[in-house]
């Protein structure tokens, strides 16, 4: 997991965030408002937009109900932000009950990096209440967004997914 904190950690800037700390639901429309209509003189930022875009397209095609968590440089005040982070995160119910297609698209999601190709740190988990590491689990990601540090009080934008077409 060490892994996984040195990316999302990387890509913390030092610029206020767009955001106050804690999740904040929106959806492509809100995000869109955001993080990219407001700096029209930004070339990063509709390309981040254009990356997170495909990759909701992508959910909403297999249809797996979860959340994305989006975060990173993307999220801050930053004119030409550097990258973003985005964490599909399902319930283990869901994740057990995945049908094959859903299952190799959440298997790939997890295994590929898009960082090269998309400038997005992909991250995909599965949260069980039930799970006897479950507090372990959850402190361990609330402290990747910086819940944790005064120092990086951050916002993620946190979007229901799939999303009805026109949400």
């Known amino acids: 997991m060490e892994e996984f904190a040195l990316a999302v950690v990387a890509s913390r800037p030092a610029l206020p965030p767009l955001l106050p700390m804690g999740f904040h639901s929106t959806d492509l429309a809100g995000l869109q408002r955001l993080c990219v209509d407001y700096f029209p003189g930004s070339m990063a930022r509709p390309r981040l937009m254009s990356s997170i875009s495909m990759v909701v397209t992508l959910i909403n095609r297999v249809s797996i109900p979860s959340r994305l968590w989006v975060a990173g440089s993307f999220l801050t005040e930053t004119p030409e932000p550097v990258d973003c982070s985005l964490t599909l995160v399902l319930v283990d119910s869901v994740f057990h009950g995945l049908a094959e297609e859903q299952?190799?698209?959440?298997?790939?999601?997890?295994?590929?990096?898009?960082?090269?190709?998309?400038?997005?740190?992909?991250?995909?988990?599965?949260?069980?209440?039930?799970?006897?590491?479950?507090?372990?689990?959850?402190?361990?990601?609330?402290?990747?967004?910086?819940?944790?540090?005064?120092?990086?009080?951050?916002?993620?934008?946190?979007?229901?997914?799939?999303?009805v077409s026109g949400a």
């Open 103 to 163: 299952r190799e698209f959440f298997d790939w999601y997890r295994d590929v990096p898009l960082f090269e190709k998309y400038r997005c740190y992909n991250y995909g988990i599965v949260l069980d209440a039930e799970r006897a590491d479950y507090d372990a689990m959850s402190a361990f990601w609330l402290r990747q967004y910086g819940f944790h540090d005064q120092q990086r009080k951050a916002g993620v934008a946190e979007l229901l997914l799939p999303q």
